[in-house]
């Protein structure tokens, strides 16, 4: 179960796909860009990348499950010359809502250095609204130490060269690897900063976990597992696995126990929704907010003893979550008929 597919549609579908924003993703040829696409959008395992064919063309991907989650995926080939003359780029770049630039960590890094400082000097000068995220990608094979030292170096010389070139950009960087959760950590991070919606959803995050005694909590996106929110607390990985690891728990029961015969589907609905409690005294909470989206939180079990008030409670979130999409949806609808 994945994302639509790599075909190419026509008409009016088509148009109403090149307006949503896309996510470029570059780099050299082998860094690993189609591998990362294949496993967060398209339940690849990690293992089966190995046999992807290099990428020779540009691959699109719609994007389209979640009401919050709505973007196109453009997979580069690292030996296409994005730009060249015959290449219209100033027009792609339009409506570009972020570029991420894949590092192979375990590589000589010079060589991708530079095509990065080209990538954001010459796209800065076209759209300087642009978000650039850098991967420093396949960390798996590498120390913690190492990853370190890596991470530093590059954002220390892409820092530096930026700045010798009077351009004001901060690109983000982020140490990922398919082999685990750092790479749906930082997608959702990426697709966080196109979401108008995320500071609504954040303070209504933070006033549900509060009046809830909650730990952590995170509102997450079924199919990719990417979290389109979460509250203003740290996030910590292992807790982000965790809740990760549910959804997986919860969806292949339900695949199993929620499915009619000859039924096809996740087997997630509204009746979606799960308690586990863990040996070392906390609970993994999950309750249904539409067809495509999850609120997975974790908390003590001291304080799940009021577990009347935490369902409660997220009822009234549900309904505050419901309302901004209704108020997106009828943004959005008004766009078109000024447009029209």
Not at 235 to 263: A, N, P, W
Request: some cysteine; aromatic content about 10%.
């Amino acid at each position: 179960m994945g994302y639509g597919d790599e075909a190419q549609v026509d008409g009016e579908q088509s148009s109403q796909i090149e307006n949503k924003p896309k996510i470029f993703l570059m780099g050299l040829k082998r860094s690993g860009k189609s591998s990362i696409q294949k496993v967060v959008f398209h339940k690849m395992l990690p293992n089966e990348t190995l046999f992807l064919e290099t990428t020779n063309k540009v691959v699109k991907n719609d994007i389209s499950n979640s009401s919050f989650v709505q973007f196109q995926i453009w997979d580069f080939p690292g030996q296409l010359d994005f730009f060249d003359p015959s290449f219209d780029y100033e027009h792609i770049l339009n409506n570009c809502g972020a570029i991420v630039f894949v590092i192979d960590a375990q590589d000589e890094i010079g060589e991708a250095l530079q095509k990065l400082h080209q990538t954001i000097s010459k796209v800065y000068q076209v759209n300087p609204n642009i978000h650039f995220e850098v991967f420093i990608h396949k960390s798996d094979g590498l120390s913690d130490d190492h990853k370190i030292d890596r991470q530093r170096d590059i954002q220390q010389k892409t820092t530096e060269d930026l700045m010798d070139a009077n351009i004001n950009v901060h690109p983000s960087f982020y140490v990922t690897s398919i082999y685990d959760h750092s790479i749906f950590e930082a997608f959702s991070k990426v697709i966080q900063k196109l979401i108008p919606q995320l500071p609504t959803l954040e303070n209504l995050l933070d006033v549900f976990i509060s009046r809830s005694r909650i730990e952590k909590a995170f509102l997450v996106d079924v199919v990719s597992k990417i979290y389109v929110a979460t509250d203003n607390s740290p996030v910590d990985m292992q807790t982000y696995e965790l809740c990760s690891d549910m959804i997986d728990v919860v969806i292949d029961v339900s695949c199993i126990y929620g499915l009619k015969e000859e039924e096809e589907g996740l087997g997630y609905d509204q009746e979606s929704h799960s308690v586990i409690k863990l040996n070392n005294g906390m609970v993994l909470y999950l309750r249904e907010v539409n067809k495509y989206l999850a609120l997975v939180c974790l908390l003590r079990e001291t304080n799940f003893d009021k577990h009347g008030l935490i369902d409660y409670n997220f009822i009234c979130f549900k309904k505050a979550i419901e309302e901004v999409f209704a108020r997106k949806t009828a943004s959005r609808k008004k766009g078109k008929k000024i447009t029209n």
